[in-house]
Every structure is written in C-alpha cells, then in structure tokens.
C-alpha cells in the first residue's frame, strides 16, 4: 500500500525551509514554462522533432499571511528591486515519494499580493527558474 503526507514535503528556498504552507491541495505548484518538444509534419507528411534546450519553470509556492516564510521571501525581492539581484536557488522533496524538483538561477517575479479581511488569507510567491529539473518518484 502506498501513502502520502504533506509532512513529508519539504521546500528550500537558498537553503531555507519555507513553513507554514496555506490550505489546499494545490500550495506548492511546480511546471515547465515551455514544452520540451515540438514537431512539424511536412508536404510529404513526414514528421521532424524539435527538441528545446529551454527548461525554465516555475515555482508557485502558497503561505499563510502569518508564514514567517513570507518575511524572507520579501527580502529576497526587496534586495532584487533595489539592486542587489541574487539569483534563487530552490528545491523541493517529497521524501516518501521520492519527488525531487530542483530550480537554479532563478528571481521571484514581484512581491506576493496583500489581502487581510477577517480570516487567515493566503500569500502566493512565483519563482522563476532558467533550469528546471523534475524526478517524479512514483514510490
């Protein structure tokens, strides 16, 4: 029988672990930007395969308002906005299924959106990388 559990997850930012995840089946969110391949059929209805060197992606990571991760990611962006750009580095592992995703040379787009009214609300930060990889476990 196989199980998972969210404890098992655990998301690096510059070595940091990133907490207090939101609610939802959907707070970490990991893909490709492009595709890896593409083709074109010619007059003759032969096949050629394109196979892209681009293997950006995109990390879209949801915290609750009162993440202290928020904090951090923050000042990633504000050092960026004023110049002291640091390219990010994030990894991401789900330890019992043996998912592993790795970003590098990456920059978060812009600070996460502010919204407070009566509950907690959540805070939603993209990162995007110029190398994606991906290890889907399947354990």
Do not use: C
Request: a negative charge; zero cysteines; aromatic letters at 8%.
């Amino acid at each position: 029988m196989k199980t998972y559990s969210f404890l098992n997850t655990i998301v690096l930012v510059q070595g940091n672990e990133i907490t207090e995840w939101a609610e939802g089946d959907d707070v970490i969110q990991i893909n490709r930007l492009n595709d890896s391949t593409s083709h074109v059929i010619g007059a003759s209805g032969e096949m050629a395969v394109s196979i892209s060197a681009d293997r950006s992606g995109e990390f879209i990571l949801t915290l609750q308002q009162t993440s202290a991760s928020n904090a951090f990611l923050t000042t990633l962006v504000t050092a960026a906005e004023n110049g002291a750009f640091v390219p990010v580095f994030i990894q991401f592992k789900d330890t019992e299924g043996n998912d592993l995703a790795s970003g590098t040379q990456g920059y978060i787009r812009k600070p996460a959106d502010l919204t407070r009214g009566t509950g907690i609300n959540s805070q939603e930060w993209q990162i995007v990388v110029e190398r994606l990889d991906m290890l889907l476990g399947g354990a």
